[in-house]
């Protein structure tokens, strides 16, 4: 029986930089563009004599990149050795392996850690997938249209495309050409979730509504699995906003403290690893979360530019070099970018209250905004429920002007492309079309996919202008649900087990 488990990929409105320290807040949306993991065993039964075998066999699928990699996973220590690999190995699958297996054994009693040897002992297969926007495809577009509907006739989970630069010139090109949605982050939590769920250490929900989610302790226990597994495979102890959003969905993230993860930092290899990840599911997680979403009538929209994206380590570990170097002038500059991210943070949270109590003059007052430049916003104030509508779509967009410009002065003083020249002349013109509140270069910056939030139907007039740009509107909107069990394989809707899938009990 397969358990299929998917989780999102994500868009770092605010925060960028600031969210690696506390106490600052990101601002960060899940997407519809979601990771899924299928795990299921290798062998139909366990063999009559294999209960002596120390090893568990797993096997891993990438479909997309066409790898298939094989692994032996010592059941005694935990520690996963390769037994053969198409081409390079996957870090963060195989710290999500041997995290999830170990965290079954720090909770499990003994009758249920017997009967988890026995499962184990068939196998792990595990295949990966990714939705075809964590990737760029402009390259298979062939001459079409640079379009969503022309995006949409690719098949679903397509081969994906690797960069061809050298990644040590120009913008630290990753091997594999991504949008920034966090593929990895998704990833990760995606196989963690699909493990814990099929060998019985929590029961995820297949609900879709993240206001109606029932199963908040399961998640926590896949939240810091899976954070622990992403920071080891990255070798630090990032800021962890992404795999929160993949866990649990849109919000106002602030980050743990980085000593939660110690304890899996130093380990030495004589420790027992559920030892270890016992530590984990016991330390202070005091990261801090909170609901956060768009205000209704308003769609985000991300573009592709085409440049194949950028390292995300490389430019926050230059970020941290200037930190040092330059300590009154980073402290200023964040300082003020602190501010301008809280005064967005503000806006947008009025308006969201202003929809809730007084819709109609909200309504209107999107309807018309929508067909009409920012600089005409502020002649549609006929009424005082009207006016306060439009001040705080003007003070949103305002902020974001602050926050672009201060992240621009920090990407000059740390020799990053934050917001590259070419970003900067596409979010200006973005920034003037109709219907337009928000744009900007989520997370760190750089390469990557670029951001706008519009008002309304305006999103179409933006799509069609950025195609004449030679950028592609990708197909991700804003998708508040985080984690979720599925009921079939994405690729085939074939319904699959999920539900009743094994369990220890």
Request: a negative charge; one cysteine or more; hydrophobic letters at 40%.
């Amino acid at each position: 029986m397969a358990v299929v488990a998917s989780a999102p990929g994500k868009v770092l409105m605010t925060g960028g930089y600031l969210v690696l320290e506390r106490p600052n807040a990101g601002l960060v949306l899940s997407t519809n563009a979601r990771f899924y993991a299928i795990v299921k065993p290798i062998y139909p039964e366990t063999k009559p004599d294999s209960w002596a075998w120390a090893w568990a066999d797993v096997r891993l699928t990438s479909p997309q990149l066409s790898r298939e990699a094989l692994y032996k996973l010592a059941l005694k220590n935990l520690t996963i050795q390769t037994v053969s690999s198409s081409e390079t190995r996957n870090p963060f699958v195989e710290y999500a392996v041997q995290y999830s297996v170990a965290a079954a054994y720090a909770t499990f009693d003994q009758n249920k850690k017997d009967v988890l040897h026995k499962l184990l002992l068939q196998g792990l297969d595990i295949t990966i997938l990714g939705s075809n926007d964590f990737y760029s495809y402009r390259n298979e577009r062939c001459g079409l249209p640079l379009t969503p509907e022309s995006l949409a006739t690719l098949p679903p989970f397509a081969s994906i495309s690797f960069n061809t630069d050298d990644a040590n010139e120009g913008n630290c090109k990753p091997e594999v050409a991504k949008t920034g949605l966090g593929s990895s982050a998704a990833m990760t939590t995606a196989v963690v979730a699909s493990l814990l769920h099929y060998l019985g250490v929590v029961k995820i929900s297949a609900s879709k509504d993240h206001q109606d989610r029932k199963d908040i302790a399961d998640l926590d226990m896949v939240h810091k699995i899976a954070q622990t597994a992403h920071c080891i495979a990255q070798g630090k102890v990032g800021s962890g906003f992404d795999v929160s959003s993949a866990v649990y969905g849109s919000q106002r993230y602030v980050r743990f403290s980085p000593e939660v993860i110690s304890s899996t930092q130093v380990a030495a290899t004589a420790v027992h690893l559920p030892e270890v990840i016992i530590d984990i599911l016991k330390g202070n997680w005091d990261h801090d979360r909170t609901e956060f979403s768009l205000p209704p009538l308003m769609t985000l929209v991300l573009g592709e530019p085409g440049t194949g994206g950028s390292s995300t380590p490389s430019m926050v570990g230059a970020v941290k070099k200037w930190q040092k170097s330059d300590p009154q002038r980073a402290l200023e500059t964040w300082r003020r970018l602190s501010e301008a991210n809280s005064a967005l943070e503000t806006q947008l949270n009025l308006l969201r209250k202003l929809a809730k109590e007084q819709w109609d003059a909200y309504k209107s007052v999107i309807d018309i905004c929508s067909i009409l430049r920012s600089d005409k916003w502020i002649e549609q104030a006929s009424e005082p429920n009207k006016e306060a509508v439009i001040k705080a779509l003007i003070g949103s967009k305002e902020a974001m002007v602050g926050i672009r410009y201060h992240m621009r002065l920090m990407g000059e003083a740390a020799g990053v492309p934050i917001e590259p020249e070419s970003q900067t002349q596409l979010l200006d013109a973005t920034m003037n079309l109709e219907g337009v509140l928000l744009t900007g270069v989520p997370g760190a910056g750089g390469f990557d996919a670029v951001f706008a939030v519009t008002l309304g139907d305006s999103n179409s007039n933006l799509t069609k202008t950025w195609s004449s740009l030679n950028v592609l509107a990708m197909l991700v909107k804003e998708d508040p649900c985080g984690v979720s069990l599925e009921s079939a394989d994405p690729r085939t809707n074939e319904i699959t087990s999920a539900v009743s899938a094994i369990h220890i009990d």
